[in-house]
């Protein structure tokens, strides 16, 4: 699991990284857009608290997630190994989600948050099914 875990992180820290390049290098067109920017301007805060929230949530689960990796090599049964499977699905499929967010567009915004929600509540379910005593 860790080596699918590994590329995934560091494909989103380097997103993250390049977010405040990509962002400063917009079109000199939507620069200069004033219509509604007080709006534009709540709303990317909102989008901002968001996405640092994702963040939070990314680093949660990558510590749980590695705690887990260790318990699965140590003891691995079939069904262990089969939830394992499904938890790095999640797992894969949330940090696509989160690295969504970085790149959303205002208009992609809405679909990428619920996709975000989407991948991480199921991600809290795979993990509750190995770990049914962690919240």
């Known amino acids: 699991m860790r080596i699918f875990i590994a590329p995934l992180v560091i494909g989103t ?22 219509v509604g920017a007080a709006s534009s301007r709540d709303s990317t805060a909102e ?3 968001y996405k640092h929230k994702a963040q939070d949530d990314i680093r949660i689960w990558q510590q749980k997630l590695d705690g887990f990796d260790a318990k699965v090599q140590v003891k691995a049964t079939e069904a262990q190994t089969s939830a394992s499977k ?13 690295a969504r967010l970085e790149t959303a567009g205002e208009a992609d915004w809405g679909s990428a948050k619920a996709s975000f929600k989407t991948a991480s509540d199921k991600l809290a379910v795979a993990w509750h099914k190995v770990n049914p005593t962690d919240k």
């Open 86 to 98: 499904d938890l790095d699905d999640a797992w894969t499929q949330t940090k696509m989600a989160s």
């Open 47 to 49: 989008r901002s608290s």
């Open 13 to 34: 820290l380097a997103l993250a990284g390049t977010s405040p390049a990509v962002a400063q290098s917009k079109p000199v067109s939507d620069q200069n857009v004033s």
